[in-house]
């Protein structure tokens, strides 16, 4: 049975999204797992130790989820949590795959789903992403350096900033350039506080 990484999870007790498997329903289109009549499973990692797995059986028009879930007294159960999937027509051709969350009362098309004892969507969770707890500065530093690397160059903002890749409408690399420069201008404070903490 093929097994689909899902990334790290993290044992904060802070409810933040990057915190929590969750899994990516247009990763699994990408790798065609979706059709009718497949099984895998996924499993996610923390500081080199493997947890999991939780089984995935896909069919027409859904995936069920299947895992070991624990009672307090040690008594362990399987447990299958089936989630519906809903298809779009893309603008230029073929279907995109959509959750709908499970949660009574949401169902909201999603493409990802969080892992806390059942799979529902960020919102049904109260998950924050990591970027809602940035500060102004740090959030700028990020899309500064989102736009270099866009453009090919690194993401050290001292560096002269990348030339115009090949094929790109020079409207549109003029406003990324003036997008970064007013992005590198507000992120300083948190650069000034790296470079201040650094020996």
Known sequence: MPVIESGEISH???????????????QWQRKGVLRPGQNFE????????????????????RVVFSYRRW??????EICD????????????????????????????????LYFKGVFLCRKCYGFVYDSQNESPSNRALR???SIRMK??????IVEPFPQKPK???????????KEAKQA????????????????
């Open 12 to 26: 904060s007790s802070e409810e933040r999204a990057s915190h929590h498997l969750r899994v990516d329903v247009r």
């Open 42 to 61: 996924v499993q996610w990692s923390h500081d080199k130790k493997v947890y999991g797995p939780i089984e995935v059986h896909t069919e027409l028009d």
């Open 71 to 76: 009672d307090d007294f040690g008594r362990g």
């Open 81 to 112: 949590h089936p989630v519906l999937l809903e298809w779009t027509l893309c603008n230029y051709g073929g279907r995109r795959a959509w959750f709908l969350c499970p949660a009574n009362g949401c169902g909201r098309r999603v493409g990802l």
């Open 143 to 145: 899309r500064a350096q």
């Open 151 to 156: 453009l090919g160059g690194s993401t050290n």
């Open 167 to 177: 094929g790109m409408h020079w409207s549109t690399y003029l406003q990324l350039r």
């Open 184 to 199: 590198a201008d507000q992120s300083w404070p948190s650069v000034q506080r790296h470079l201040a903490a650094d020996p």
